[in-house]
């Protein structure tokens, strides 16, 4: 889990919602017209722009942004080094007793591909595959988040509009013109809150993740390459260096 996904998300929310309580009621900012346009147009405009399979994935886009934890590097370089140690003394096959640890899909293909004997371009080949697909789907989430971070602000200010437009119609009845004002005013919240604390803020994290993601996964690559070819685990530790900081390198040893 992201803590600071979620502590973000939090003290947005709380900050909002005290600073309301202090002026007043925090009632009197929900307003189900301002609701319906704001929330109902934004939604409407990611239909149109996206497709519906890729709107229904928000749930999980922001499941993911939220809890998904990438392992450190670190870790996955002892790992490499445990597998090049292994593959050095007992080779490929004995790798089989490590399968049932890996829990990382990507790490268990190659893992497997090296199992099986697969040359050092095919395993290129199928698991740099695997990264440009990773990369596909999150930028299509984080252009999702993008999209309804960049509307929603818009479609407050079609509330406000709306609101304009009927409190100037009511002018002659001063009783119907807090009504109108009120929609306008609270659509133009609505759409500058949701972009700015939620949309926006998840879309950056998104592109965060998968920059991470695909640094991890690239690291396991190479590290799998270097298996592949025979290296010794001195060799892998040495390619695997270059993606950690120099006060992190002494540590890593195999363990195996």
């Excluded at 009621?25 to 346009?37: G, H, K, T, V, W």
């Excluded at 698991?127 to 990773?134: G, I, P």
């Amino acid at each position: 889990m992201d803590i600071a996904t979620i502590v973000g998300l939090t003290a947005g929310f709380g900050f909002i919602l005290y600073a309301m309580f202090l002026g007043g009621s925090p009632y009197e900012f929900f307003d189900l017209p301002a609701i319906m346009i704001v929330g109902g147009g934004m939604t409407s405009a990611a239909l149109i722009h996206f497709s519906l399979g890729q709107v229904l994935k928000i749930l999980s886009i922001l499941k993911n942004a939220v809890f998904h934890k990438a392992p450190s590097e670190q870790q996955l370089i002892q790992q490499m080094l445990n597998y090049a140690a292994i593959n050095r003394r007992d080779g490929a096959l004995a790798l089989e007793k490590q399968v049932k640890n890996v829990r990382d899909p990507f790490l268990l293909k190659g893992v497997q591909m090296l199992i099986d004997g697969q040359k050092e371009d095919h395993i290129r080949y199928h698991l740099t595959l695997e990264v440009q697909s990773l990369q596909e789907r999150h930028a299509d989430g984080k252009k999702i988040m993008e999209f309804m971070g960049a509307s929603a602000p818009s479609w407050g200010m079609v509330g406000t509009l709306i609101g304009l437009v009927q409190m100037f119609q009511t002018m002659d009845d001063p009783s119907k013109i807090g009504a109108g004002m009120a929609t306008s005013l609270v659509c133009t919240f609505y759409g500058a809150f949701l972009a700015n604390v939620v949309f926006l803020p998840l879309a950056g994290k998104l592109g965060f993740r998968s920059k991470k993601e695909t640094a991890a996964r690239e690291m396991i690559i190479e590290g799998l390459l270097a298996i592949a070819r025979g290296d010794s685990p001195s060799a892998v530790r040495e390619t695997m260096q270059a993606f950690v900081s120099a006060r992190h390198r002494a540590a890593l040893k195999p363990t195996v």
